[in-house]
């Protein structure tokens, strides 16, 4: 059950509307990095979760004050959007102040579909989608998953503080990207509760060991030809994150067999020369030329 208060989260004040960075918020609602993604994200991994209840909570929790913040987003493009800028101002006498808006870089949907509002949808007018939304349900897989979703929304919330003038624009990104922070901290805590990189990895970690081929385990496969430098990292040399084993280079070599598939079968209509087979299809053109 969720419920609703008519106030928002933290203050949205516009100083000064301006339609093309109403565009931009987009992005920090319908975007790739924005909060509808992260919103849903955390609701189906709550709706979906086993094990002990206080994760689930926590969740839900969490995809619920992104769902504020969905509001924040909308509420600030519909305040962007409301006044057009001074230099159209200006020469509203000579000219649709809504259509100098629309040439000046708003999105023309927002005015064309949502009457001067938000959508949900990216900067470009790409609608959301939940192709991003990652819910797992393995506990440590979606914790990962939820830091790398607050790091780029963080770096978007920084880009966005970086492109606007506005001292109220500056201020509510100021409120997102603490608490982008906080999020940040929040899902990689969960991952320390769970034993941290050796409690959790390799993930799942209920998989059986001995299953793998563990000869490639820690290996890194390096492609380079000879006289390029072999790469030297955290990941070359040095005892495995897990705790289970230790890194090591190893040149990338074929540890398979030619792929040999079966001719096509006639019902995928493929040339007669190619169901033929190789040899049958020199002799065809052997037969043609004589021909």
């Known amino acids: 059950m969720f419920y609703y208060d008519n106030k928002l989260q933290y203050t949205v004040r516009v100083d000064t509307p301006d339609p093309r960075f109403a565009r931009l918020l987009q992005q920090a609602i319908g975007g790739v990095e924005g909060e509808i993604r992260v919103c849903l994200q955390y609701l189906f991994q709550a709706f979906g979760a086993r094990g002990p209840a206080k994760y689930r909570n ?57 009457g001067m509002a938000a959508l949900a949808s990216d900067a470009n007018g790409v609608p959301f989608n939940g192709s991003h939304v990652y819910a797992s349900g393995n506990l440590a897989a979606d914790m990962y998953a939820n830091v790398t979703a607050e790091a780029t929304g963080r770096a978007l919330a920084c880009r966005l503080f970086e492109l606007t003038d506005d001292p109220g624009m500056k201020d509510m990104l100021r409120f997102l990207i603490a608490r982008d922070t906080m999020h940040q901290q929040q899902w990689l805590a969960v991952i320390e509760e769970l034993g941290g990189h050796q409690g959790t990895l390799p993930i799942p970690n209920s998989f059986p060991r001995s299953e793998e081929i563990q000869d490639v385990s820690y290996d890194y496969f390096f492609h380079g030809i000879e006289g390029v430098e072999v790469p030297e990292g955290r990941y070359t040399h040095g005892p495995s994150l897990d705790g289970n084993g230790e890194f090591r280079i190893r040149a990338s070599k074929p540890m398979g067999q030619e792929p040999q598939l079966a001719p096509p079968m006639p019902q995928a209509y493929a040339e007669t020369q190619q169901m033929m087979g190789a040899g049958d299809m020199t002799s065809a053109k052997n037969k043609s030329s004589t021909d």
């Open 58 to 114: 926590m969740l839900m929790s969490t995809g619920t004050e992104e769902i504020g913040h969905i509001e924040m987003l909308a509420t600030a493009v519909a305040l962007n959007l409301e006044g057009a800028p001074s230099s159209l101002k200006e020469s509203v006498a000579k000219a649709n102040p809504v259509v100098e808006a629309l040439m000046g870089g708003m999105d023309p949907r927002q005015y064309l579909s949502a």
